[in-house]
Antibody, heavy 118, light 109 residues
Framework: EVQLVQSGAEVKKPGESLKISCKGSGYSFTSYWIGWVRQMPGKGLEWMGIIYPGDSDTRYSPSFQGQVTISADKSISTAYLQWSSLKASDTAMYYC???????????WGQGTLVTVSS | EIVMTQSPATLSVSPGERATLSCRASQSVSSNLAWYQQKPGQAPRLLIYGASTRATGIPARFSGSGSGTEFTLTISSLQSEDFAVYYCQQYNNWPPTWTFGQGTKVEIK
């Protein structure tokens, strides 16, 4: 069974750093792109970027380029989403997704809620 | 960036009735369009890809159509579990600049 299991909810202060994770299981982790999708409170879905764990090729949405870093450790089948300096506007639910050839997302993680507040 | 516009924002439907949701792209995305369902407190779920192909396990009452810039998701006979928010997503380009629509909420009339 394909599963994407994300790390737990985080509460941070503005300016702090953060790295959240997404562990894949039940499939060949290095053979599928993994992406991240943001959902701000009460809002819609925004695609942030993707990484191919096999060779770490990474692509970002122009809206998120330079704002976050996506990485992966294929040895432990885990992808990451990282911020160096959080802002209140980063408060959102973040989903990791498995991307199939073409660009749609067939499996979703359960989501990680990130709250940034002073 | 390709802008995806969904209509209506909210659709009020009685159980057993048909629901028709629209998604328009600001430029052609061919058939590179997916639909997702999101229930409160849950992650989205893939319903349709390639504009008209149902994902694994999706009931036949869900159908997708369209190509180019105009797409439709039809739920033939709404069940109680279908009341949710539905998003379309285009994936037409590489390098990717994929975008979602703003969502249509299907509520009980």
């Amino acid at each position: 069974e394909v599963q994407l299991v994300q790390s737990g909810a985080e509460v941070k202060k503005p300016g702090e750093s953060l790295k959240i994770s997404c562990k894949g299981s039940g499939y060949s982790f290095t053979s599928y792109w993994i992406g991240w999708v943001r959902q701000m409170p009460g809002k819609g879905l925004e695609w942030m970027g993707i990484i191919y764990p096999g060779d770490s090729d990474t692509r970002y949405s122009p809206s998120f380029q330079g704002q976050v870093t996506i990485s992966a450790d294929k040895s432990i089948s885990t992808a990451y989403l990282q911020w160096s300096s959080l802002k209140a506007s980063d408060t959102a639910m973040y989903y990791c997704v498995r991307h199939l050839v073409g660009g749609y997302f067939d499996y979703w993680g359960q989501g990680t809620l990130v709250t940034v507040s002073s | 960036e390709i802008v995806m516009t969904q209509s209506p924002a909210t659709l009020s439907v009685s159980p057993g009735e048909r629901a028709t949701l629209s998604c328009r792209a600001s430029q052609s995305v061919s058939s590179n369009l997916a639909w997702y369902q999101q229930k409160p407190g849950q992650a989205p779920r893939l319903l349709i890809y390639g504009a008209s192909t149902r994902a694994t396990g999706i009931p036949a009452r869900f159908s997708g159509s369209g190509s180019g810039t105009e797409f439709t998701l039809t739920i033939s006979s709404l069940q109680s579990e279908d009341f949710a928010v539905y998003y379309c997503q285009q994936y037409n380009n590489w390098p990717p600049t994929w975008t979602f629509g703003q969502g249509t909420k299907v509520e009980i009339k």
